[in-house]
């Protein structure tokens, strides 16, 4: 699995979108011949060009089509035409579920999966570096370390997943910097999107899964909800009629399940977050 390639840089909403609108007419503008071109265009130097680049295909907002040239997805293409500037939440959402769920996911996806989602306590950056280190031994330490930085930096300021309240930090004298899952809002648009990103790349050609299933593909990390609280939006969503062609929430004695609808697709559930789901900035 490939890593996310940031090169210890983020990247704002202002590139993210003037990159998507530059690739609209110029496949070509990660290639060497138009780095100075593409350079100039985004106002940025070439370590900070390939960490764009980076980020917008481990987003899935970009893909290779052949050597030195790129083109928009489906799901790049669905997020401009809806949000051409990139000021919505529900793009950011996408944005970062698109991460999870990504073959360029590593080390973003274990950021989330290394921290606490019952008692959201307190972590060391260092320790949860240590941890990732140990988790993908198969990659070189300064290569995990380089990525890390930049998914962290992600988390600060004013960056737009920052804005979304996913991740917490904060500064400890003893110890340094210190991170913990965040409490975003969570909207109903984002659950289903977050369930139909899991069936279509964890669980694609089963009809139904387990709930246990569904907190083993990550889902409860990265929506920084407990399994009780997902539970709780599960019960809480298959009790309205809107979503009912989108999946059932089947409860037993001993194991819960869930059963996917016809429009548990992320390609339909993409456009109802982009064009229904509600504002969650902080």
């Known amino acids: 699995m490939a890593l996310i390639g940031t090169q210890k840089f983020a990247v704002s909403k202002w590139w993210t979108g ?91 996806n274990q950021f989330f999966l290394c921290l ?11 320790e949860v570096v240590n941890k990732i280190d140990v988790i993908l031994e198969g990659d070189a330490k300064d290569s995990i370390e380089s990525n890390l930085e930049g998914v962290k930096k992600m988390f600060v300021d004013d960056r737009p997943l920052a804005e979304l309240g996913l991740i917490e930090t904060r500064k400890n004298r003893d110890e340094g910097i210190l991170i913990r899952l965040g409490t975003p809002k969570l909207t109903d648009e984002i659950i289903i999107h977050a369930l139909a ?28 909800s407990s399994p009780e609280q997902l539970r709780h939006h599960l019960r809480r969503l298959n009790q309205n009629h809107h979503w009912k062609n989108h ?16 429009d548990c697709d992320p390609r339909k559930t993409l456009l109802e977050l982009l064009q229904k789901g509600e504002d969650t900035w902080l």
């Open 197 to 224: 990103m899991t069936r279509f790349h964890k669980y694609k050609s089963r009809s139904s899964i387990d709930f246990s299933e569904l907190l083993s593909a990550g889902l409860g990390h990265y929506l920084c």
């Open 116 to 126: 606490d989602v019952l008692a959201k306590d307190w972590k060391p950056y260092k």
């Open 18 to 108: 003037k990159t998507i609108e530059l690739l609209k007419s110029n496949r070509d503008i990660f290639s060497k011949a138009k780095m100075r071109d593409v350079r100039k265009e985004l106002i940025a130097g070439s370590h900070v060009i390939k960490s764009i680049q980076g980020w917008m295909q481990a987003a899935q907002l970009i893909k290779s089509v052949k050597l030195g040239e790129y083109e928009l997805t489906d799901s790049g293409r669905a997020i401009y035409d809806n949000d051409p500037k990139l000021e919505k939440s529900a793009s950011w959402w996408a944005f970062h579920l698109n991460i999870c769920f990504s073959e360029r996911c590593e080390p973003y």
């Open 247 to 262: 999946f059932g929430f089947n409860e037993a004695v001993n194991i819960d399940s869930i059963s996917f609808g016809d």
